[in-house]
C-alpha cells in the first residue's frame, strides 16, 4: 500500500473513532471508557501507518488499519440508538478475524495465509453469529422491555432461535480461535531461528489474542446456555478481566512494530559477509558466511552443473525446492543464466533489501571466485606447459648427445682409424713424404674435431652427469673451468633426473659467465639438500654488474628454474663479484 493511501485509510479510521467518541459521549458512556476504548483503536491506526512506512509491500500494515476500524465498531453496541446499537452488537469483534488472518500468515514459512479453510470458516461463524443477532433478537418485542433499543432489522423474533445460533456460532468461533492459536504456536516451536527471532513478539501477541476470542466466545456461549456466568468475577475486577481481554488484542500491533523495529536496528550483515567472504580459502565456504550473516544455520548455498542440475558446496547433488515446501530460494543472476542459488528461510523475504545487498556482495564475491578459478587454472596450465617444455629440452638434449656420439663421433673415427692405416700402408709402400704428410694431417684435424665433439655433447648433455650424479658432475666442471673453483656440496642421494640436470646446467652457466665476463680470480659452487628442495649458490670475486634480465643465458636459467616451481636470484653490484641462487623443489 502507498502511503498517500494508507494516510487516507487512517484518517478515516480517526474520523470514524471521533464520531464513535462523540455518540460514546453522547450516550453517557464513562470517560474512562472512551479513552481506554480510543486508545487502543488508534494504536491499531498507528501501527498500522507504521507498519506501512516501513513495509510498503507487505499486507501487514493495511490489515492493522482495518483492524482500527472494526474495533470501533463494536463500541456502538452500548450506545442505546436503536440502528447503531444493533450494528455494533452484530458485527463486534470481526477484528479478530483479520488478526486471525495475519497470525496465520506471519506464521506460514511461505508467509501466505494458510490454510485458507480455517480462516473461511472462523469468517463464516461469526457472520452466522451476526445473522441471528440481527436479524432473530429484539428486546422489545421479545422480552416486552421498553427501555431497551428496538432492533430494527429483526424479521422473525425468536428467543429460541437466536439462543441456538448464539450458542452453535459461538462454540465454533471459540474453538476455530483456539486451533488458529495452536497452529501458529506450533508453527513458532517447528520454525527456524531466523523466524523465531523475527516474529517472536507479533506471534507470542497474537497467542494472547486468539485465547481471549477463545474464551470471550465460549464464555457467550456458556452464559447463553445456562443463563450464568462461565467465572462469577466481582466488580470492579470483572471489569479489569474484560479489558485485559482487549488488552490482549492490542499486543498484536505493537508486537509488530517492536518486532519490525528490532529486525531494523539488527546489526547489518554485509560486514560480516564480506569479512567472511574474504577469509583465506581452506578456513570456511561461502555458504559458512552467507549462514553467519544472515543467521540462519538452515541456509544452502546451491551451484548450476551443466546449466540444468544443482550441487551443494560438497558437490552433492540437490535441487531447488518447491514453493510449498517451506522454503525460498533467492537466485544469484538471472534465473535461466544463474551462478547461484540461496535456499533460506522465508522470514528473509521480510527484509528484501537486506537480500537483495547480499545479493550484491554475494555475486561480486561468486566472480571473484571464479575468475581466481580461472587465474589457477592457468596457472596451472602454465606450470604445466613450462614442465613439459623443460622435459622435452631435457629429452632433446639426450637425443643429441645420443646422436652425437653414435652418429658423426663414430663415423669420425672411422675415418680416423681407416687414415692411420693408409698412413701404415704408405710407410710400408715408401709414399712419398707429401703424401704421408697429408695423411698425419688429416689425422690430426680428425682428432681435433672427435675432441670438440666429445666436449659438445658432454656439454649438451654429459654422461657422467646421468652415470654418477649431480656431485661428481659439478666436480668434474669445476675441473674443466680455467679458474680456481671452491666446490662444496651436501646431498642425501640421486635426485629427480630434472632437478639434477637444472641445478648442473644452472652451476655451468654461472660458471660460463664467471670465466667469459667477470674477470674473476676465484669461485665458489655450494649445494644443499634441505628437505624437499636443493638450494645452490655459485658466487665469485669478479667485477659483478650481471642481470637476469640481461643476457638471455640467465635469463633462460630463471625460466628453467620457475618452470620447476623453483626460485632464481641474481645479486651483482658493479665491482662487489656476482652470486647466482636457486631453490630448486625435490618433490
Known amino acids: 500500500m502507498s502511503h498517500r493511501r494508507a494516510l487516507a485509510l487512517a484518517a478515516g479510521v480517526i474520523a470514524f473513532a471521533a464520531v464513535t467518541t462523540v455518540v460514546g459521549m453522547a450516550s453517557g458512556a464513562p470517560p474512562q471508557f472512551l479513552v481506554a476504548d480510543l486508545v487502543m483503536g488508534l494504536t491499531f491506526v498507528a501501527s498500522g ?61 511461505s508467509l501466505r495465509l494458510e490454510p485458507r479453510w480455517l480462516i473461511g470458516a472462523l469468517g463464516a461463524a461469526m457472520a452466522a453469529r451476526s445473522l441471528g443477532r ?31 445460533v448464539e450458542i452453535a456460532s459461538n462454540l465454533a468461533i471459540s474453538g476455530l480461535a483456539a486451533l488458529v492459536g495452536v497452529v501458529a504456536l506450533s508453527r513458532l516451536l517447528r520454525s527456524g531461528p531466523v523466524l523465531r ?8 501477541a497474537g497467542g494472547l489474542a486468539m485465547t481471549a476470542r477463545t474464551y470471550d466466545s465460549f464464555e457467550y456461549a456458556w452464559s447463553t446456555a445456562t443463563g450464568a456466568l462461565l467465572v462469577e468475577i466481582t466488580e470492579p475486577w470483572g471489569e479489569i478481566f474484560a479489558w485485559v481481554g482487549f488488552g490482549a488484542r492490542v499486543l498484536v500491533p505493537i508486537g509488530f512494530v ?47 552443473v551443466d546449466g540444468k542440475a544443482w550441487i551443494t558446496e560438497d558437490a552433492a547433488p540437490a535441487a531447488l525446492p518447491s514453493p510449498d515446501h517451506g522454503r525460498a530460494v533467492t537466485m544469484i543472476g538471472p534465473e535461466d543464466r544463474a551462478s547461484a542459488a540461496i535456499v533460506h528461510d522465508p522470514a528473509l523475504l521480510e527484509q528484501p533489501e537486506l537480500l537483495a545487498a547480499v545479493v550484491r556482495v554475494l555475486r561480486l564475491a561468486l566472480e571473484n571466485e571464479r575468475l581466481e578459478s580461472e587465474l589457477r587454472e592457468q596457472l596451472r596450465a602454465v606450470t604445466e606447459s613450462r614442465e613439459r617444455i623443460v622435459t622435452a629440452a631435457e629429452e632433446e638434449r639426450r637425443r643429441l648427445e645420443r646422436d652425437l656420439h653414435d652418429g658423426a663421433q663414430q663415423r669420425l673415427i672411422g675415418v680416423m682409424l681407416a687414415l692411420q692405416q693408409a698412413r701404415s700402408t704408405a710407410d710400408a709402400e715408401a709414399a712419398p713424404k707429401l703424401l704421408r704428410e697429408q695423411l698425419d694431417a688429416a689425422a690430426r684435424e680428425i682428432t681435433e674435431a672427435i675432441h670438440e665433439l666429445r666436449e659438445l655433447a658432454r656439454g649438451i648433455h654429459p654422461a657422467i652427469l646421468e652415470d654418477a650424479g649431480l656431485e661428481a ?27 639434477e640436470s637444472t641445478a648442473y646446467f644452472t652451476i655451468a652457466e654461472a660458471l660460463t659467465n664467471t670465466q667469459r665476463h667477470a674477470r674473476a680470480s676465484h669461485a665458489t659452487v655450494r649445494v644443499v639438500q634441505a628437505g624437499a628442495s636443493l638450494e645452490l649458490e655459485v ?49
Do not use: K
Open 49 to 109: 501507518l507504521i507498519a506501512v512506512w516501513l513495509r510498503p509491500h507487505s499486507p501487514a500494515g493495511p490489515m492493522l488499519l482495518v483492524c482500527g476500524a472494526l474495533w470501533f465498531v463494536g463500541s456502538y453496541a452500548p450506545s442505546g440508538q436503536p440502528v447503531v446499537t444493533h450494528l455494533g452488537f452484530a458485527f463486534e469483534g470481526y477484528y479478530d478475524l483479520v488478526l486471525a488472518a495475519l497470525l496465520l500468515m506471519l506464521s506460514s514459512p
Open 197 to 204: 527471532r523475527v516474529r517472536l513478539p507479533i506471534l507470542v
Open 258 to 304: 517492536v518486532a519490525t523495529l528490532r529486525l531494523r536496528r539488527a546489526p547489518g550483515p554485509l560486514g560480516p559477509l564480506s569479512a567472511g567472504l574474504e577469509r583465506p580459502r581452506g578456513s570456511g565456504t561461502v555458504g559458512d558466511a552467507l549462514r553467519t550473516a544472515l543467521g540462519d544455520p538452515s541456509l544452502v548455498l546451491l551451484r548450476p
Open 473 to 499: 658432475a659439478v666436480t668434474a666442471l669445476a675441473r674443466r673451468v680455467g679458474i680456481p673453483v671452491d666446490v662444496g656440496m651436501t646431498l642425501d642421494g640421486r635426485l629427480p633426473r630434472l632437478v
Open 539 to 587: 658466487s665469485d670475486d669478479g667485477q659483478g654488474g650481471a642481470a637476469a634480465e640481461r643476457g638471455s643465458g640467465l635469463r633462460g636459467l630463471a625460466d628453467r628454474v620457475m618452470a620447476l616451481g623453483g626460485r632464481f636470484e641474481v645479486v651483482s653490484d658493479a665491482g662487489r663479484g656476482t652470486r647466482i641462487r636457486a631453490t630448486i623443489p625435490t618433490g
Open 134 to 164: 440481527l436479524l432473530l433478537q429484539d428486546p422489545v418485542r421479545v422480552f416486552d422491555c421498553a427501555e431497551c433499543a428496538a432492533n430494527p432489522f429483526a424479521i422473525w423474533p425468536n428467543l429460541a432461535a437466536f439462543e441456538a
